[in-house]
């Protein structure tokens, strides 16, 4: 049970506290409370674990602190977006917003390769205003043979840059939670010049006992990729693992799935899911055009089929696009074939503001729609 309180209410109100005296009376219930930072105000929602069943919601709801009583079903406990759950979420993160409302374009390297790659793409990030990308410093390989990634060699320099640059946020993959405490030194030591959104990668959609890990702190959010080979249920499942563990500053990304039907594609675009987990859920969804399409393909239209792919994702509501770009993309040491470069940047970009403006127009106009 999710008890949503009247805007303003504070834990030194009286309304407050006649409020929890009346669930503490009650037997094997624990109150956690939470609290949601739209862009507009802030809602403090409580949740309720434990034996609920007996609990009246409509004396619940009498209470002069409530705004309203949602009863939750077992699915999605915490991330799912509930009968009667209307309520904005989102979290800021390092000056940023990320909501179910909200769009944001992360562009970046695939993996880090050297300095002067990663100095060059930040810069051009810088150019177009923008404070947010995507820099692999681990990479997960289908071949052992295959480049691994830098690891905590690059960290001092990505976040020294990203800090010279004016880039907030750096998502970056993390296979274990070594790892995690590897890139929280090395932005302690930087001075802590940027901010950093964990990415739990498709290969790992399923590994528990990390999703435990990045749920477990609620310094950095977490960036989770849907599952390549699992449904989209046990992938949002897999989500509700790291709410469970604490932190709920998770957007989820659809990148395809794997699919033979999905050739000539790397994967089977998925992005028809993006009003899908939006009405499941309230997290913010991403989608990621590069490892969907895999390649950079053009259209006879002119535009190349990564820019399509983005479309079809933002056009359907998507709050964030992840995209592989490289200064170099013959030289690059992962994905390069899928990469962008950085020339392309301004297009893609222009490109991507002319679907979300399209985009919110829907919008408008769905809501003057007839609904018999
Ligand atoms: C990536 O974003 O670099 C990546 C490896 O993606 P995925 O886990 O979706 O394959
Ligand atoms: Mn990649």
Do not use: W
Request: glycine content about 8%; aromatic content about 8%.
């Amino acid at each position: 049970m999710i008890i949503i309180l009247k805007t303003g209410i504070n834990q030194s109100d009286p309304e407050y506290q006649s409020l929890v005296n009346y669930l503490a009376a009650k037997p094997d219930v624990e109150i956690r409370s939470h609290q949601e930072h739209g862009t507009q105000e802030t809602i403090t929602e409580l949740y309720l674990i434990g034996d609920t069943s007996s609990l009246d919601a409509e004396e619940i709801a009498g209470e002069p602190a409530v705004e309203r009583v949602v009863r939750v079903s077992d699915r999605y406990r915490i991330l799912g977006r509930h009968r009667g759950q209307v309520e904005p979420t989102g979290f800021r993160y390092n000056g940023l917003y990320f909501g179910q409302d909200t769009f944001h374009l992360f562009a970046g390297l695939c993996a880090v390769d050297n300095r002067t790659n990663t100095e060059r793409m930040m810069a051009a990030l810088q150019g177009e205003g923008l404070e947010a990308t995507r820099m692999g410093a681990y990479k997960p390989r289908t071949s052992p043979y295959d480049f691994q990634g830098h690891g905590p060699d690059c960290l001092p320099y990505v976040f020294e840059l990203a800090g010279k640059y004016g880039i907030r946020v750096v998502t970056m993959e993390v296979t274990q939670p070594r790892h995690i405490e590897e890139i929280q030194d090395n932005l302690e030591r930087a001075g802590s010049p940027t901010g950093v959104m964990l990415q739990v990668g498709t290969r790992n959609a399923q590994n528990f006992e990390l999703l435990k890990e990045v749920g477990s702190q609620t310094r950095f959010p977490v960036l989770y990729k849907r599952g390549f080979g699992i449904t989209l249920e046990e992938s949002l499942n897999a989500c509700e693992y790291i709410a469970a563990g604490g932190n709920r500053n998770i957007i989820f990304c659809l990148r395809g799935v794997k699919s033979h039907m999905g050739a000539p594609h790397r994967n089977l675009v998925d992005f028809a899911h993006v009003p899908v987990v939006k009405r499941l859920t309230r997290m913010p969804v991403c989608v990621d055009p590069s490892h969907s399409v895999g390649s950079r393909e053009r259209s006879p239209d002119g535009l190349l089929e990564i820019q399509h792919v983005a479309a079809q994702g933002l056009i359907a509501g998507a709050n964030m696009v992840l995209a592989d770009f490289h200064p170099d993309p013959e030289r690059a040491l992962v994905d390069g074939p899928q990469a962008l470069q950085l020339e392309e940047l301004p297009y893609f970009r222009q490109d991507l503001d002319i679907v979300r403006e399209a985009y919110l127009r829907r919008c408008r106009l769905a809501e003057e729609m007839p609904r018999p």
